[in-house]
């Protein structure tokens, strides 16, 4: 039933209601009941329902977790950084969470992943219909996920996030600033979208697939403008002050090379506060 005929406020589920998790529950609780699951249901934002449950143990799922949801948003990041943390998080923990949500009719679940699942180095264009061949472990089990939810009997969307960057996550620009950064050039494309802007993706879609509106299965979810490392570094070090790059410094990227193209998600209304790399760091450096 679309949002507009509901005689009730939808029910979302944040799956995951950490830094971004939180982020995307905070903007949808103006238009939703929006309950918060996490391990410690203190930590989430206020005026989002707290939900204690750990999704690698069945049984406080099924205690926990709320009925009559309208949408679920999943949004985990790994325990730990090895085969079985990425597994546990994108895997093991939504199929539990699926097991215990079977019989709910969810209008959507928004599945967040990452587009470390390509693997392309070439410089080359990549959208949805590029093909995804994770190179590592981690990618792998992100796709995994993929596949889970979208097996999952229920309509499902996957969004494929770039870097993501922002107030709350500097370590790119801490590293500029302290000279640990002098990339070779020409430095490999890179692909980033500021944290707003993500959790408003989100936001974005939820609304529309609470609405009734239609949902493309796939997103990729990145600014409008890859830039070469080496052009970011050099634009950060022209508007604050930098120290000299230091003996030990990072020379080269680390996802390969290549070219994220945003325009389904243009393609479906929304807009973007950051379209490039230069309003996010503007903002980031005027606010240090």
Same mark, same amino acid.
């Given at each position: ?7 009730n406020?939808?029910?979302?589920l944040?799956a995951g /209601?950490?830094? @971004?998790g &939180?982020?995307?529950?905070?903007l ?7 309950f918060?699951?996490?391990?410690n249901?203190?930590q ?12 690698? +143990?069945?049984?406080s799922?099924e ?5 009559n949801l309208? @949408?679920?948003?999943? /949004?985990l990041?790994p325990?730990?950084?090895?085969e079985?943390?990425?597994q546990?998080?994108? $895997?093991?923990?939504?199929s539990n ?6 019989g709910?009719?969810?209008?959507r679940l928004?599945?967040?992943? =990452?587009t470390?699942?390509?693997?392309? %180095? ?7 219909? =590029?093909? +995804?061949? !994770?190179?590592?472990f ?6 995994? &996920? ?8 229920? !309509?499902a ?5 770039s870097?993501?960057y922002? !107030?709350t996550r500097?370590?790119? @620009?801490d590293?500029?600033?302290? &000279?640990r ?11 980033r979208i500021?944290?707003?802007?993500a959790a408003? $993706? ?12 239609p949902?493309? +299965?796939?997103? $990729?979810?990145? %600014?409008?403008?890859? $830039?070469?490392?080496d ?8 508007h604050?002050e /930098?120290?000299? !790059?230091v003996e030990?410094a ?5 996802? &390969?090379s290549?070219r /994220? ?10 807009e973007?506060r950051?379209?490039?790399?230069? +309003? ?6 005027a606010?240090?």
């Open positions: 039933m679309a949002m507009t005929e509901r005689t406020t939808p029910r979302i944040v /209601c950490g830094k @971004l &939180g982020a995307i529950a905070s949808l609780s103006d238009s939703a009941t929006v918060g699951l996490r391990r249901p203190a989430v934002p206020a005026g989002i329902q707290g939900v204690k449950a750990d999704l690698m +143990a069945p049984e799922l205690k926990a977790v709320p009925e309208d @949408l679920i948003v999943y /949004c990041t325990a730990s950084y090895d079985q943390g990425y546990d998080a994108y $895997v093991n923990g939504l969470l699926l097991d215990v949500v079977k709910q009719p969810l209008a928004v599945f967040i992943s =990452s470390s699942v390509y693997s392309q %180095d070439d410089d080359s264009w990549l959208d949805e219909t =590029s093909p +995804a061949q !994770p190179g590592r981690s990618g792998e089990q992100i796709l995994a &996920g993929e596949r889970t939810a979208l097996d999952s009997g229920h !309509p969307t996957i969004v494929r996030f870097g993501i922002g !107030p500097q370590r790119f @620009l590293e500029v600033i302290a &000279g950064m002098a990339p070779k050039k020409p430095a490999p494309f890179t692909n500021h944290e707003d802007d408003r $993706v989100i936001q974005h879609l939820a609304l529309k697939a609470l609405a009734g509106e949902l493309e +299965a796939l997103y $990729v979810a990145s %600014d409008s403008e890859p $830039v070469r490392l052009e970011v570094v050099e634009w950060v070090q022209a604050i /930098c120290a000299s !790059p030990d990072r020379t080269g990227g680390r996802a &390969g290549k /994220c193209r945003n325009q389904r998600l243009l393609e479906s209304g929304f973007f950051f379209p490039d790399f230069r +309003a996010g760091y503007r903002a980031m450096i606010g240090r």
